[in-house]
């Protein structure tokens, strides 16, 4: 099976800057894209940012220019720059990897829509 782990969340001043960490682990072929959705206090969870497996990536206006997304494919993870950051940004971040290909015991399985446990981010004023 395959498994997400967050870490890098916490709790920082508006204006400062946090790192979140995704790793993928398991027997992992191969993993399409990875992205970072967040949820606030409320049902809905938006998408911040992703990545493809070749690198082109896509953000949420209210992030542009100041997070960034990355991803060492060799080490399966994803990460996320957060700079500039705003108390609005305050929400659990979920990691999310959409189409994994894994070795499941002698034969390969694609299985979608991987979810890793969430970080907490709160950004105090």
């Known amino acids: 099976q395959v498994q997400l782990v967050e870490s890098g969340g916490g709790l920082v001043q508006a204006g400062g800057s946090l790192k979140l960490s995704c790793a993928a682990s398991?027997?992992?072929?191969?993993?399409?894209?990875m992205g970072w959705y967040r949820q606030a206090p409320g049902p809905q969870r938006e998408l911040v940012a992703a990545i493809t497996s070749g690198g082109s990536t896509n953000y949420a206006d209210s992030v542009k220019g100041r997070f960034t997304i990355s991803r060492d494919n060799a080490k399966n993870t994803v990460y996320l720059q957060m700079n500039s950051l705003k108390p609005e940004d305050t929400a659990v971040y979920y990691c999310?990897?959409?189409?994994?290909?894994?070795?499941?015991?002698?034969?390969?399985?694609?299985?979608?829509?991987?979810w890793g446990q969430g970080t907490q981010v709160t950004v105090s004023s």
């Open positions: 398991g027997s992992i072929i191969s993993i399409n894209a």
């Open positions: 999310n990897a959409d189409s994994v290909l894994y070795n499941a015991g002698g034969y390969y399985k694609r299985e979608y829509g991987y």
